[in-house]
């Protein structure tokens, strides 16, 4: 048998092929790995060269009990069952145009939809749960994302060539970003040190009481009414859905003025005026969703403390995440 196989890549394309030499699946998405097996050696190898064949001896094992004693298989390694399970589906538009006098735009649309019946990369779970009732949008889910750009090149001024030379290779860019909140998922108690379930218990939801109550005084102006959920006598689960709420929405506008200054032939300097969150739009995080915290249904921090808290949703510090504060920014920068 051959000693060394090339995994079979994709080939980006325009069209879809409709000649009967091809074949058309549907797959389950895993992790890109190669089968060998050469009489009753059997290897694992991944994309990039490296031999997993200890970590999944249920293949090697599968693969052992095939009749044929030399084969090659390029796929995909998958987990099938156990309790995790997640799809994601999504929609991407995007428009790009240069325009005229200077001024070009990008703008792009995401719809998407990620579902699963556990989100956390860390948590415990309570087995007696039907987890088929758990699934539904994944925590980190965002169903409408939308982000454009817009930048203009400047022309210089006329007059003396001094106002020429002050004027010249100035650039405006404006970035505008905008999406949907993620889901809420009320407990009826946080899980601590080990002492929860974070899959139980969810309340009741009470339909002859809103969920969001307008307040002034809440972080947004909004707050989750305490009324809308009862938790339910006994160990049984509530009839609240898990992600069914939908949190706060985002949307900020950024500015940058920019000016490149050439020092000597090769070598150019370049100054930037930076302004994030142009608007100084207070962003908040989503609300305590524990029942039994006296901040319930009350944003605790604003938007960019929450995304940079290492929550699933993402590890980046706070100060350089969106929905934070306005923050002006200066930067000086030699390319040579």
Not at 249 to 277: I, K, P, T, W, Y
Request: a neutral charge; hydrophobic letters at 35%; one cysteine or more.
């Amino acid at each position: 048998m051959r000693s060394t196989f090339d995994f079979c890549l994709p080939t980006k394309a325009s069209t879809v092929p409709e000649t009967r030499d091809w074949l058309h699946e549907i797959k389950y998405d895993g992790y890109r790995i190669r089968l060998e097996r050469d009489g009753e050696n059997v290897r694992l190898v991944t994309r990039n060269g490296h031999n997993w064949t200890s970590r999944y001896p249920w293949i090697i094992e599968a693969a052992l009990k095939n009749r044929h004693k030399q084969f090659v298989i390029d796929g995909e390694a998958v987990v099938l069952g156990v309790d995790g399970v997640s799809d994601f589906n999504g929609l991407e538009l995007q428009y790009r145009r240069k325009l005229s006098m200077g001024l070009q735009g990008l703008a792009s649309y995401t719809w998407s939809h990620s579902l699963d019946n556990g989100s956390w990369d860390s948590g415990i779970y309570l087995p007696q749960v039907n987890r088929g009732s758990d699934r539904a949008s994944s925590a980190f889910d965002v169903r409408h994302n939308f982000s454009a750009g817009i930048t203009w090149r400047a022309p210089s001024v006329g007059g003396t060539s001094a106002l020429q030379s002050l004027t010249r290779n100035w650039t405006l860019s404006t970035f505008l970003s905008a999406r949907s909140g993620f889901p809420i998922d009320v407990l009826a108690s946080e899980n601590l040190l080990g002492l929860g379930f974070d899959d139980f218990q969810r309340p009741d939801r009470v339909s002859s009481a809103p969920i969001w109550l307008d307040d002034s005084s809440a972080p947004g102006r909004q707050r989750l009414n305490p009324a809308a959920f009862s938790i339910p006598s006994g160990s049984h689960q509530g009839n609240l859905g898990r992600d069914s709420i939908p949190g706060f929405g985002m949307g900020q506008m950024d500015l940058a003025l920019g000016r490149e200054f050439a020092v000597r032939e090769d070598s150019v300097a370049e100054l930037r005026l930076e302004a994030f969150n142009v608007t100084n739009h207070a962003q908040f995080g989503d609300p305590v969703r524990f029942m039994s915290s006296p901040l319930f249904g009350q944003s605790p921090s604003l938007l960019n403390l929450m995304l940079g808290s290492g929550t699933p949703h993402s590890g980046i510090a706070p100060a350089f995440q969106i929905g934070g504060p306005r923050v002006l920014q200066i930067t000086v920068r030699f390319r040579f």
